[in-house]
C-alpha cells in the first residue's frame, strides 16, 4: 500500500517537473502562451556628432584658450597661431594693388593725353586738307591763265609746287592721327591687363585675409571639447588634429535583429536604461529605420554563395530620438551603452488610438515598406 502510494507520488512528481520545464521552455523561447510584444536588445549605444578640429594654416601655437572637456559656444576662440608671417602677406598683397590702382591712374593721364594727341592731329590733318584744296584750286586758275599766256610757265610751277607741299603736309597730318590712334589702342590694352592684375591682386588679399583669420581656431557649434592635443609653441600644419568637439544633440542607435523588427513603427515610444547611470531609465522616439542591415556597410562583406550557409539573424540600426526634458540628459555622452525596449503594441505618438497605420503606409514601418 505504501509503495503503490510512493509510486503515484513520484509520478505525480514527473509531471509537475515535465510541465514546469515545458513552460520554462516555452517562456524562453517566447512562444504560446508566453508570447510578448515587448522587444529588447542590449546591442544599443549613445551616439552624436564628434567634430575633428585641425588647422588650415602652418605656425606655431601662441595659445592654448581652453582645456579638456570644457563646454564651449560657437565663435568661441579654442587655439591661436602665430599671425606675423599671415599679416605681412596681407600687407604685401594689399601694396601690391595699390601700385596697381596707382598705375590705373597714371593710365587714365595717358589715355586723356593720347586723346588730346588725336585732337590735335585730326584738327592738323583738317588744316593741311585745307591749304591742299586751296593748292589746287589756285593751281587750277594758274594753269588756265598759263594756257592763255597771261602768266609764264614759271609761275604756273610754283603754284604747281606749293599743290605738292599741301599734299606732304595733309599725308604727314593723317600719319600723325593714325599714330595718335595707335598709342590710345596700345594704352587700352594695358589697361585691360591692369584690370586683370589689379583682380588678381584683390583674390590675394582676399586669400591673405582667410589665411589671417585661419590662424584663429574657434568652436563651429555649441558643445563640449575632447583631449585637447595642441601646446604652446607646437609647430602644426593643416590636418594636425588638435582637438574635437561634441555637439549637444544626441540620439540612440539601437541594433535589433530583424525577427524582432515586426509592428515596429516610426513615432512608437521607447525607454532605454543607461549603463553609466545606475540603470536609470530614459524615454525616446523611434524616427529612422536604416536601410540596410549592419553586415551590408562592412568593408568586406560575406559571400553567402560559397560553402554551407547557416542563416544568421541580421541587425538593423533603427534611430531613436531622446526626449527632451528628462533629468540626467546632461549626463549621456556618445559612447555609452543603453539597454532598449520597444513595445511593439504601442500606438506611434501623434495617432488616434486604436487607428495604427495601414500595412504599406510610407515611412512608417520598415517591415511594411518591404516589397
Do not use: C
Amino acid at each position: 500500500m505504501l509503495s503503490r502510494l510512493s509510486r503515484h507520488i513520484a509520478t505525480f512528481l514527473a509531471i509537475i517537473i515535465g510541465i514546469t520545464g515545458l513552460f520554462a521552455i516555452l517562456y524562453a523561447w517566447k512562444l504560446p502562451p508566453f508570447q510578448s510584444s515587448l522587444e529588447l536588445t542590449e546591442d544599443a549605444y549613445i551616439q552624436g556628432e564628434v567634430t575633428m578640429l585641425a588647422p588650415q594654416v602652418s605656425g606655431a601655437i601662441t595659445e592654448v584658450a581652453v582645456q579638456d572637456f570644457q563646454h564651449v559656444s560657437k565663435g568661441d576662440l579654442l587655439i591661436r597661431i602665430d599671425d606675423r608671417i599671415y599679416r605681412q602677406q596681407l600687407a604685401k598683397a594689399q601694396a601690391v594693388l595699390a601700385a596697381k590702382e596707382a598705375a590705373i591712374a597714371t593710365l587714365e593721364q595717358d589715355t586723356e593725353t593720347a586723346r588730346a594727341h588725336i585732337r590735335s592731329a585730326e584738327a592738323r590733318a583738317q588744316s593741311a586738307r585745307s591749304s591742299l584744296s586751296l593748292a589746287e584750286s589756285s593751281l587750277e586758275r594758274f594753269s588756265k591763265l598759263q594756257a592763255s599766256h597771261a602768266i609764264s610757265e614759271l609761275e604756273a610751277e610754283e603754284h604747281a609746287g606749293s599743290r605738292d607741299q599741301a599734299n606732304a603736309a595733309l599725308q604727314e597730318a593723317l600719319a600723325e592721327v593714325a599714330a595718335a590712334r595707335q598709342d590710345l589702342a596700345s594704352i587700352s590694352s594695358r589697361r585691360q591687363s591692369l584690370d586683370a592684375e589689379i583682380d588678381q591682386a584683390k583674390a590675394t588679399i582676399d586669400l591673405a585675409k582667410i589665411d589671417l583669420a585661419n590662424t584663429e581656431i574657434t568652436a563651429p557649434v555649441d558643445g563640449r571639447l575632447g583631449q585637447i592635443g595642441a601646446r604652446t609653441g607646437q609647430y602644426v600644419t593643416p590636418g594636425t588634429r588638435l582637438t574635437s568637439i561634441v555637439p549637444e544633440h544626441i540620439w540612440v542607435i539601437a541594433n535589433f535583429k530583424e525577427t524582432q523588427l515586426e509592428g515596429m513603427q516610426i513615432g512608437q515610444p521607447v525607454t532605454f536604461e543607461v549603463d553609466a547611470l545606475g540603470g536609470k531609465e530614459l524615454t525616446g522616439t523611434i524616427s529612422r529605420f536604416s536601410p540596410a542591415t549592419g553586415s551590408q556597410y562592412s568593408v568586406i562583406s560575406a559571400s553567402n554563395a560559397t560553402g554551407n550557409f547557416i542563416k544568421i539573424a541580421q541587425r538593423i540600426p533603427v534611430m531613436i530620438d531622446i526626449d527632451t526634458g528628462q533629468a540626467g540628459l546632461d549626463q549621456l555622452v556618445p559612447g555609452m551603452s543603453v539597454v532598449v525596449h520597444v513595445d511593439t503594441a504601442a500606438e506611434p505618438v501623434g495617432q488616434p488610438t486604436g487607428k495604427r497605420s495601414a500595412p504599406g503606409a510610407p515611412a512608417r514601418s520598415l517591415v511594411s515598406q518591404a516589397p
